[in-house]
C-alpha cells in the first residue's frame, strides 16, 4: 500500500567535492609560498592543516549521507526499518489500523518532528527531512494510514 524510502538530503557529488578540495589546496599552496617566502614558514604547515580539517568534515559528511529508513506498510503491518550510517539496523513493526502519525509544528518554520504512535509507543521518523519534506511525507503517509483503516476493497468490475 505504501513504500518510502527516505535518505539525507546532500547537495554536493563527488566530482563538487574534487573540485572544492582542488581549488583549497591551491588557494591555500599559493597562499602558504606567499607566507614562506616572507619568512613566516610555519604559517604554511597551518595552511595544509586547514585544508586536511576540511577534507575529513566532507568526508565525515558523505559517510553520514549513508543514513535511510526504509518505510513500507501492506494492509497488516507498518513496518520501520532504520539503518544507520554505520549499518546498524533498527526495526519496528506496527499494525497500520492502531498506529497514528504525531507532528510538532512550529508556526514559524513548519514541521519539525514526526512520530509514529502506537499503544505508548513512539517512533521518531524522517529526522533528517527538511520541513516541507516531512509535511509532504506526512501527508502522503497519512493517506495511506487512512486507506489501511477503510481495509482492503474488492472491485469486482476491472
Known amino acids: 500500500m505504501f513504500s518510502a524510502l527516505l535518505t539525507p538530503h546532500r547537495s554536493l ?9 582542488v581549488f583549497l589546496s591551491v588557494i591555500s599552496f ?6 614562506l ?6 604559517v604554511f604547515g597551518f595552511f595544509g592543516l ?6 575529513i568534515a566532507f568526508k565525515i559528511n558523505f ?4 543514513a535511510r529508513e526504509e ?5 497488516s503491518e507498518l513496518r ?11 526495526e519496528w513493526v506496527l499494525n497500520p489500523v492502531w498506529v497514528r502519525l504525531d507532528q510538532q509544528v512550529h508556526e514559524e518554520f513548519g ?3 514526526l512520530y509514529l504512535v502506537s499503544r505508548g509507543r513512539h517512533v521518531a521518523i524522517g529526522s533528517f527531512l527538511g520541513p516541507e519534506e516531512k509535511a509532504s511525507f506526512a501527508r502522503a503517509l497519512n493517506t495511506a494510514l487512512l486507506a489501511a483503516r477503510r481495509g482492503v476493497t474488492h472491485n469486482p468490475i476491472t
Open 63 to 66: 559517510r553520514r549521507a549513508r
Open 30 to 35: 599559493v597562499a602558504g609560498i606567499a607566507f
Open 111 to 113: 514541521v519539525e518532528r
Open 13 to 21: 557529488n563527488q566530482t563538487g567535492f574534487v573540485l572544492i578540495m
Open 37 to 42: 617566502i616572507m619568512g613566516a614558514w610555519p
Open 50 to 55: 586547514d585544508v586536511l580539517v576540511i577534507y
Open 80 to 90: 520501520v526499518r532504520r539503518i544507520s550510517y554505520r549499518g546498524h539496523v533498527a
Open 71 to 75: 518505510i513500507s506498510m501492506t494492509p
